[in-house]
T-cell receptor, first 111, second 114 residues
């Protein structure tokens, strides 16, 4: 069965410190993996996407994620948090004809 | 500018009423999707359409209906059979019909039941 788990429902970091949002997945095949960001009462915006090319994927706004098949993980990182990064982040796995969303991680950035 | 528009931003429904949420895209995308978002549950797929005049049920289609008469439009009707319709509804589209394609999302419609 396919599933995606976001290990933290809420993460707080200080402005200027690194961000780590964790995502683990289960998949029978080689999945496509995505990270989306959602600001309050807005739609989802694609941050980055992995589709079996380079395992380290760079996205918008300084975010990147590393696909680790041995750990079935696709954690999202950013070296230095900015106040505008405060939002909800969703890890998404697609396989076959299904698109699976994690339950989201809310990121708070403390000034 | 190309994009996906959803209207209205907020929608109020009385019990027993059907309401229709609009979703329009001018990206020339073949596929369109409707998701429901509830706090702490991520997004759940209601319906999707990979091509005009065709659509499939997602994980939580009961109490909802859709139509896809035009490529650019994919309206969602929340019927009175949907017992818990209060949620944030997101429409998305993708270039092709494969669900592995990147999906582009509209700004959402928040539905509240009075």
């Amino acid at each position: 069965a396919q599933s995606v788990t976001q290990l933290d429902s809420h993460v707080s970091v200080s402005e200027g410190t690194p961000v780590l949002l964790r995502c683990n997945y289960s998949s029978s095949y080689s999945p496509s993996l995505f990270w989306y960001v959602q600001h309050p009462n807005k739609g989802l915006q694609l941050l980055l996407k992995y589709t079996s090319a380079a395992t380290l994927v760079k996205g918008i706004n300084g975010f990147e994620a590393e696909f680790k098949k041995s750990e079935t993980s696709f954690h999202l990182t950013k070296p230095s948090a900015h106040m505008s990064d405060a939002a909800e982040y969703f890890c998404v796995v697609s396989e076959g004809n299904q698109f699976y969303f994690g339950t989201g991680t809310s990121l708070t950035v403390i000034p | 500018d190309g994009g996906i528009t959803q209207s209205p931003k907020y929608l109020f429904r009385k019990e027993g009423q059907n309401v229709t949420l609009s979703c329009e895209q001018n990206l020339n995308h073949d596929a369109m999707y409707w998701y429901r978002q509830d706090p702490g549950q991520g997004l759940r797929l209601i319906y999707y359409s990979q091509i005009v005049n065709d659509f499939q049920k997602g994980d939580i289609a009961e109490g909802y209906s859709v139509s896809r008469e035009k490529k650019e439009s994919f309206p969602l009707t929340v019927t009175s059979a949907q017992k818990n319709p209060t949620a944030f509804y997101l429409c998305a589209s993708s270039i092709g019909g494969s669900l592995q394609e990147t999906q582009y999302f509209g700004p959402g419609t928040r539905l509240l039941v009075l």
